[in-house]
């Protein structure tokens, strides 16, 4: 059973950064992709940032230069950093990785809370 188990969420100013983790119980080289969603109070749940094959990244256009995925191998770790929040960054933010076929799985979700 694949786990993922993020952390690093929290309140911070509005201009601050958080470094949020996801680490899997298994290799992440096992995935087509892993990154990063997240939804916010009354909203559905987006897309923020991800790797995909080759180790390619993307980011949504709302988090573009602000934010930046990266991973450590040994440790089948993916982070997020984010730099220059801003109050619409509020929300829980999710891990998210998928494996060929039907195979999708989530983490539990970690709160960032941007405070104007």
């Known amino acids: 059973q694949v786990q993922l188990v993020e952390s690093g969420g929290g309140l911070v100013q509005a201009g601050g950064s958080l470094r949020l983790s996801c680490a899997a119980s298994v290799s992440i080289f096992s995935f087509n992709a892993m990154g990063w969603y997240r939804q916010a109070p009354g909203k559905q749940r987006e897309w923020v940032a991800r790797?995909?094959?080759?180790?390619?990244?993307n980011y949504a256009d709302s988090v573009k230069g602000r934010f930046t995925i990266s991973r450590d191998n040994p440790k089948n770790t993916v982070y997020l950093q984010m730099n220059s929040l801003k109050p619409e960054d509020t929300a829980v933010y999710y891990c998210?990785?998928?494996?060929?076929?039907?195979?999708?799985?989530w983490g539990q979700g970690t709160q960032v809370t941007v405070s104007s």
């Open positions: 998210n990785a998928a494996q060929k076929g039907p195979y999708e799985y």
């Open positions: 790797f995909t094959g080759g180790g390619i990244t």
